[in-house]
C-alpha cells in the first residue's frame, strides 16, 4: 500500500487510541503511570518513525509489518530504558504486542471497511483521522496533567553529611547529589516513596521500611549498620543496585524482608552484599532475589524461612560459613542457575546442618533447583528433616 504522509499520521494516532486509553486507565487503577509513560512512547516513536518510512518506503508491503514492528519494539525499550519508565519486561511486551496486533486488525480490516476509498486515499481517514486525532492529543494532554498532579514531589538531598534518622512519612522521591550522605540511618512509614542514590552511614538499620507499599530504593549504599542493612516489615518493595556492606554489629544482616505474606511480592536484584551473618533473608514473605553479589556471611549467604515463597535466581554466593543458600520451615523455593563457591564448614557449631552446604533445604522447606553451578563446597547439596529438593518445573 502506498500511505501518504497524512494517511501514516492519521492511521498512526486512530489505532493508537484505544490503547492509549486502556493505559491510562490501567495508570489511575494502579496509581502507577508506566502505561500511560509507555503508551506515549510507543506513539512518539511511531510518529517519528512514520516520518522516516514516508521517504524510504513511498510503498509499503504488508509483509514489511512485522520487522518494522519489531525494529520500533526494539527502540520503545530502548527509549523506555533510557527515561528509566518503571515497566517490567514481561508487561511492556504484552502492551506493545496487543496495541501492535490491534494495529494490524485495524488497518487491514476495520479502515477499509469504515472508509472504502481507504486505500486509494493513502490511509487518509477523512473526518474520522480529524476527530481519532484530537481525541489521543486530549488523552494524552488531560493524562499528563493528571499524572503531573499526582506525582510524589521530588526531594533532592544536597552533597555533605545529614545526621539522621531522617523520617519519610509522606510519598515522595528522595534524590542524592553526588556526595550525599546520611548517618543514623532512614525509616520509611509511607507508601509510594523511592530512595536513590543516597548513601546510608551508621544507624540500628540502614534503612527501616515499616508497613509502606510502593517503596523503591535504587542505587542507595549502606555500611556499619547494627542490626540489619536494610530491615523491610509488613512491607512490599523493590530493592536495585545497591550495596551493603562494614556491618557494625556481630548479628547484624544485609537486607532482611519479612512478615509480608499478605502485602505483596518484594525484589531484590543486582544488588552486593558483604559480610554479615545472613546476606539476604526473608521470612513470611514472597520475594524474587536474583542477579545479587553476596559474600562473606557467617550463617548464610541468602536465605528463604518461615513459609516464605520466591525465587532465588542468577546470583553469585561466595566465600560463606556454613550454608551458601537455604530454604526453609516450610518455604517454597525456585533456585536456579546460581553459582555458588567456597562454602567453608563451621565446625564450631557442632552443627551437622552448616558443614559446608552450597544449597540447603530444611525442615520440610520444598526447593526446586535447575541449573546450578556449585563448587569448593565440601556439603554439596542437601536435605534435612522432611525437606525435599526436586527439579524446578520448565
Known sequence: MSYTLRGRIESRLAAALAPLLAATGLALVLRDWWPFELAGLMIGIGLAADLAYHRLLPYQPGWLAVPLGVAELGLVMLAAWAAAVEASLGAALAFYSGSWLLAQ????????????????????????????????????????????????????????????????????????????????????????VTVRDVTVVGGENGIAVDEAEDVVLDR????GAVLDGINVRRSSIEIRNCLVHSPAGEYAQGIDISFSLDVGPSVVERCTVLGGREGIVTHSATV??????????TLRGIAMTEMSMGSIEENE???TLG??????????CVIEENSVWNTAPDHLSGDRTRRGYAILAHFGADAELRDNHVSRSPGGIAAFLGAEIEPAED
Open 288 to 297: 524474587s532475589v536474583r542477579e545479587n553479589r553476596v559474600a562473606e556471611t
Open 317 to 319: 554466593v561466595s566465600d
Open 323 to 332: 550454608v551458601g543458600i537455604y530454604c526453609g520451615d516450610y518455604s517454597h
Open 220 to 223: 542507595v549504599r549502606i555500611s
Open 105 to 192: 486488525i485495524l488497518g487491514h480490516a476495520i479502515f477499509p471497511l469504515a472508509r472504502l476509498t481507504y486505500a486509494e486515499d493513502g490511509g487518509e481517514l477523512g473526518r474520522l483521522g480529524a476527530v481519532t486525532g484530537a481525541a489521543v492529543v486530549g488523552v494524552f494532554v488531560g493524562g499528563g496533567t493528571i499524572a503531573w498532579a499526582t506525582q510524589p514531589p521530588t526531594v533532592h538531598l544536597e552533597a555533605g553529611v545529614h545526621r539522621g534518622p531522617l523520617v519519610l512519612d509522606s510519598p515522595q522521591k528522595l534524590v542524592g547529589e553526588p556526595g550525599a550522605v546520611v548517618t543514623g540511618g532512614i525509616i520509611i512509614s509511607s507508601n509510594s
